[in-house]
């Protein structure tokens, strides 16, 4: 019974590109949200979906930023013309229902140079 | 700003000794959750504490919800190395659908 999946799980950029960060929930799992972790700061929500469905993205930059999650695959994290800022550990969280525990993945780490 | 603080946020204690770990807000929170992460790893579930006052163990861990649901607590007797890490926890409002991370608390125990 696999855990919650990232990948990649160490991901380089250089200012302008484009990182796209995929999260595989657990199996049977149909929640999923999103989580950024900056150097000494603790982890702050962004974006909270369902298949197909945005339900909550009030933590999401306005800009640059966008995630899905599709019928069938992984949900994405887009991050367009990152920046050095963008730098941060990026944890993707799936849970079987809204009421339910959310497990986590073992994140992305990005690097903007 | 930051609705859940942590302290202390860096702590070094001999193995052997006993801590206490602090989550305090001035919001009420309908659950909260206590999780350990490890470098390069995701935050890992403890426990989970819904109703004020409440008082649950997990082996050497004893976690306490606030009477009125804005703070909890996190003991560990005797620690140990292997509990090194990084504590977060994280509360649930009525409101809305997302968890609001602590500052965490880094955790060092020395053999």
């Known amino acids: 019974n696999a855990g919650v999946m990232q990948n990649p799980r160490h991901l380089v950029r250089r200012r302008g590109q484009e990182a796209r960060l995929r999260c595989s929930p657990m199996k049977g799992h149909s929640h999923v949200y999103w989580y950024r972790q900056l150097p000494e700061e603790g982890l702050k929500f962004m974006v909270y979906?369902?298949?197909?469905?945005?339900?909550?993205e009030s933590g999401m930059p306005k800009e640059r930023f966008s995630a899905e999650f599709p019928k069938e695959g992984p949900s994405i994290l887009r991050i367009q013309q990152v920046v050095r800022g963008d730098s941060a550990a990026y944890f993707c969280?799936?849970?079987?229902?809204?009421?339910?525990?959310?497990?986590f993945g073992p994140g992305t780490r990005l690097l903007v140079l | 700003t930051q609705l859940l603080e942590q302290s202390p946020q860096f702590l070094s204690i001999q193995e052997g000794e006993n801590l206490t770990v602090y989550c305090n807000s001035s919001?009420?929170?309908?659950?909260l959750q206590w999780y350990r992460q490890e470098p390069g790893e995701g935050p890992v579930l403890l426990v989970t504490?819904?109703?004020?006052?409440e008082v649950k163990k997990l082996k050497r861990l004893t976690f306490q919800f606030g009477d009125a649901r804005k703070d909890s607590s996190l003991h560990i007797t005797a620690a140990q190395p292997g509990d090194t890490g990084l504590y977060l926890c994280?509360?649930?409002?009525?409101?809305?659908?997302?968890?609001?991370f602590g500052t965490g608390t880094s955790l060092t125990v020395i053999p």
């Open positions: 969280a799936s849970s079987r229902n809204r009421e339910e525990t959310q497990y």
């Open positions: 994280a509360g649930e409002r009525n409101t809305g659908n997302q968890f609001y």
């Open positions: 979906l369902q298949k197909e469905n945005i339900i909550d």
């Open positions: 504490v819904v109703t004020g006052g």
């Open positions: 919001s009420v929170f309908s659950s």
